[in-house]
Structures are given as structure tokens and as C-alpha cells.
């Protein structure tokens, strides 16, 4: 009941309280090869109150419900959208690469990379943005409350920083973080991308932008750098910034296309098409053939399983069956509906590794039959 009556007078009175607006940064190594000296190896974590994230869910709700009502969602953004996921993006990148090749074509997909993309949202544009999608009255200040004043430390080992002000960015580790974000960077896919010809779809702020064109075409150099450079003007006006060096491109030939220097330059930097590239967790490789995912998936399951064989005396059944669904069967699983219409040679692999992760717990023999890669917003309620 308290709670309750805590989350409706902020809802109603337009406050974020400020003690719910102090986040614990929790340095974490990256990868456990990496050099732990180096601060860069490092990904912040941001560790958030509970009430703060419980008061953050009602007013994501509402403001979803009326972004959905209203149209104002951009369509190709899969990122915290019922029925959308990972998966979802993935799929609808893969079969537009797949219809272009379908019909001759040759296609470009590039992987833009942000450098520290949610740290550096400027509060102001991000407001004026919402003031334009019609969101006012107590919705705006609730908003604009929960921007301002926010404070973190920094923890490490025992030791506790003072703390420090944020004047920028949406909390990392938030509720309404991504989605404020998705809504930051709406004209730069609708005005900056769309008028050169590319499509494009989103996951938060990790973009693909994916262009099919013939092989005559002479000007696919041109239109990227165009593109590109576009875009970095317009991240430089909202206070973000294209990492161009960590920009991945890969050029897909369509049929007896021949190989083309897509070599991308773009003041001092250079963007060089690659054979493989990571996206949302899945490598992809230029002829959507996802041999390099199977082989790193079931290289990594392999892996695991040998592990836990070694340790499979000292455990309890229950405790096998835990680790082998969490560690190998989530991974298999992960964005597998990728793999439908593959020939069974190339996933044999994978097959081979579900079969005995079935003999290692008997969790599956109960379990069914795992599948075959086959009006203006015033207030809040």
C-alpha cells in the first residue's frame, strides 16, 4: 500500500525524488584475457536503487503505451517493443540481405559503432524531442525531474568515490534509459539515413545500415561516405560521437558481381570492408552462410560441456542439469530461428551438441522435443 501511494504521488506531482537518483558504478573487466592495468578494458556498471527502477516501470508503461497509441515509435527499432527482440532485428536484417541477393543484387551492410553513446545525451534535446512527440504537463517535469540533479560513485575494492554530478546522458542500467535514447535518435534514421538510399533497422543504439544495389552501380563509394559523413555531422549536433574505427562493413556480391574496393575514408578515418563482423551477439559473414556463428557456438559449447564433465562427480543431478541448460542449451538457442533453410551439413555441428547435452541431463527427457534449426501525453497515471 505504501508503495503503491509512494509511485502515484511522484506519477501525479511530477518529482523524482533525488535520493532514488544516485547510481553505484561497479567497474568490470570486459574479458578475462584483457590487461585488468588498463582503465579502458573496463565497462562501467551502473547499480540503480530498486524503488528508483520499480517508480521507472509504471512510467515506462505509460509512456509506451502512449508512443504505441500515438504511432510514434520508429518501426525499425526492435529494442524494448513487445514481441521484438535481438532475434527480431536479426531476422529482419538477414532477410533483407537474402531477398537482395535473391534478385541479383549486390548488398553493403555497415555496423555503426557509438562511442559511450548513452553518457553523452544532452538533456536539453532530448526534452525539446519529447515536447515535440506532444509529452507535457506533469509527464514533462516527472521527466525532466528524473534528468536532472543525479549523482554516482564509483566503488572499487572496499573504496568509495565521492559524489560526482551528471549534467549528461540517460542512466545505464535504467528502465527508461533505452527507450529515452531510441527516442534521442529518431531523425537521425528518418532524415540523415533514409535520403541516401539505405534501410536500416536498430537494437538501442546499435545500428545496421543495409544498401542493395546492382553491379553496374559506380557510385556505391560515393553514397556510403555521403551517408556516413552525414551522420557523424548530425551525432557531433546532439553530443554523440561515431567511433568510424570501430565501424564494421561488409559487402555481400550478388551473382557474377565482381569484387569492388569499398574502402570508406572519412576525414582521418578509414573504414575497410571485412569478412566477418559481430552484430547482437551473432557473426555474421559475407555471404550470410553463418558458417564463422556455427563454428564459434559450437566451439564454445564443446568447451563448456568438457568442462562440466570434469566436474560431473561432484555434482548432484539437479546441478548438472542447472548448468548445461543456463551454459550450453540458452546458447544454442540463442537467435537459432537465424539458421532455418540451412542444409543439415552445415548444422550438423550444432545438432551433434544438442544431442549430447540431452545424454548429460535428463532435464530434456521431460522436457518437449528441442527444435530443429528449422492525443497530447499530459500526465501519468
Known amino acids: 500500500m505504501f508503495l503503491t501511494h509512494f509511485i502515484n504521488t511522484s506519477l501525479t506531482s511530477g518529482h523524482f525524488p533525488n535520493s532514488l537518483k544516485e547510481a553505484r558504478v561497479n567497474p568490470l573487466l570486459k574479458k578475462p584475457t584483457l590487461n585488468p592495468s588498463d582503465v ?9 536503487p530498486f524503488l ?23 518501426p525499425h527499432q526492435s529494442s524494448f517493443k513487445a514481441g521484438h527482440s535481438t532475434e527480431t532485428a536479426l ?16 548488398s553493403v551492410i555497415i555496423l555503426l559503432d557509438l562511442s559511450a553513446a548513452f553518457d553523452t545525451v544532452n538533456h536539453q534535446i532530448l526534452l525539446h524531442t519529447l515536447q515535440e512527440l506532444g509529452v507535457s504537463g506533469s509527464a514533462l517535469s516527472l521527466l525532466t525531474s528524473y534528468l536532472k540533479d543525479r549523482t554516482y560513485r564509483v566503488t572499487w ?18 528502465v ?24 536500416y533497422h536498430c537494437y538501442a543504439d546499435d545500428t545496421q545500415l543495409i544498401l542493395p544495389f546492382p553491379c553496374s552501380e559506380t557510385q556505391v563509394v560515393a553514397r556510403i561516405s555521403a551517408c556516413l559523413a552525414d551522420i557523424s555531422q548530425w551525432m557531433s549536433a546532439h553530443h554523440l560521437k561515431l567511433n568510424l574505427d570501430k565501424t564494421e562493413l561488409l559487402f555481400l556480391p550478388g551473382k557474377d558481381c565482381p569484387t569492388l574496393d569499398l574502402t570508406i575514408n572519412i ?86 551438441i544438442q544431442n549430447v547435452s540431452r545424454c548429460r541431463s535428463s532435464t530434456f527427457l521431460n522436457s518437449p522435443t528441442p527444435r530443429r534449426y528449422s492525443a497530447p501525453f499530459t500526465g501519468f497515471r
Open 40 to 48: 579502458i578494458n573496463y565497462r562501467p556498471v551502473s547499480l540503480l
Open 52 to 74: 528508483s527502477k520499480t517508480r521507472e516501470r509504471a512510467v515506462f508503461k505509460q509512456l509506451s503505451c502512449y508512443l504505441h497509441q500515438n504511432n510514434l515509435l520508429d
Open 91 to 106: 531476422l529482419a536484417v538477414t532477410e533483407e540481405l537474402h531477398t537482395a541477393k535473391a534478385a541479383s543484387l549486390s
Open 157 to 174: 575494492r572496499g573504496s568509495e568515490s565521492d559524489p560526482c554530478q551528471l549534467t549528461t546522458g540517460v542512466p545505464q542500467g535504467s
Open 176 to 199: 527508461l534509459g533505452p527507450l529515452l535514447f531510441s527516442l534521442y535518435t529518431n531523425s537521425l534514421r528518418s532524415v540523415w539515413i533514409s535520403p541516401h538510399g539505405f534501410s
Open 267 to 352: 576525414g582521418t578515418s578509414v573504414v575497410s570492408p571485412s569478412q566477418t563482423a559481430r552484430n547482437l551477439g551473432v557473426t555474421l559473414d559475407n555471404n550470410v552462410s553463418f558458417t564463422a556463428n556455427i563454428a564459434a557456438t559450437t566451439r564454445c559449447c564443446r568447451y563448456t560441456l568438457y568442462n562440466i564433465r570434469s566436474i560431473r562427480p561432484q555434482l548432484t543431478q539437479k546441478t548438472t542439469q542447472v548448468l548445461v541448460q543456463a551454459l550450453v542449451i540458452s546458447r544454442l538457442d540463442y537467435c537459432n530461428s537465424l539458421l532455418a533453410g540451412l542444409p543439415a551439413c552445415a548444422i550438423r555441428s550444432m545438432q551433434l
